[in-house]
């Protein structure tokens, strides 16, 4: 697929701090760039989304996955499986969130909040009070409440990839982990 918007150039500064944080320069930051106060303002909250800490970090990272996922989002998925690298989180549990319904490696509770996070990305969404309740008992109200506008954050993120035609950079491949692939369906992921 062929970006859809072209790149903007972005200024040199932070390009240089891209590139010496990531290796390369993110698409979407050179995307949203041609609105330079859009992107400002998304960096600026990206930037702050990355400083919550009611929410576990695996459990957010393997939320936005599981988004990325079910979105068709590749440029998310290989962002955090470098993320999930840097992060020193599980690499084969990582791997394995596009198939997390198949896989064993996952707790209850990261099977939960990945279904939760394809639950608030159904269209229209398939959250359940059961679902909610249950996450709320074992998170609590602070963590939920996190964890929920995060998985926000991730779905604005991967459809706006998408939409704009930016798929996967590369990121992922110094990870030196087998990617599963996520099963065919049929198309929205099954509601539970």
């Known amino acids: ?22 290796g390369s320069v993110p698409e979407p930051n ?10 400002e303002a998304s960096q600026e909250f990206a930037a702050k989304v990355a400083t919550w ?3 576990d970090a695996s ?7 599981a988004v990325a996922a079910q979105v068709g989002c590749s440029w998310c998925l ?10 020193n989180l599980d690499l084969a549990k990582a791997s394995q969130v596009p198939r997390w319904r198949e896989s064993e490696v996952f707790t209850p509770l990261e099977r939960e909040v990945m279904e939760y996070a394809e639950a608030m990305t159904n269209t229209p969404t398939t959250v359940t009070d059961e679902l909610s309740a249950s996450l709320l008992g074992r998170l609590g109200p602070a963590a ?5 506008v995060f998985i926000g954050f991730a779905n604005l993120a991967a459809r706006c990839n998408t939409a704009h035609g930016i798929t996967s950079q590369g990121y992922s491949d110094v990870c030196e982990i ?9 198309g929205a992921a099954p509601a539970s």
């Open 78 to 87: 290989d962002i955090n499986y470098f993320a999930a690298l840097n992060q």
């Open 30 to 39: 050179e995307v949203l760039w041609n609105n330079p106060e859009l992107a």
């Open 59 to 65: 459990l957010k990272t393997f939320a936005h996955m």
């Open 1 to 22: 697929m062929a970006l859809r918007i072209p790149k903007a150039e972005l200024p040199a500064g932070l390009r240089e701090n891209l590139i010496k944080q990531l």
């Open 53 to 55: 800490d009611a929410a």
């Open 178 to 186: 087998p990617l599963a692939g996520r099963p065919q369906t049929s």
């Open 144 to 148: 939920l409440v996190e964890l929920t």
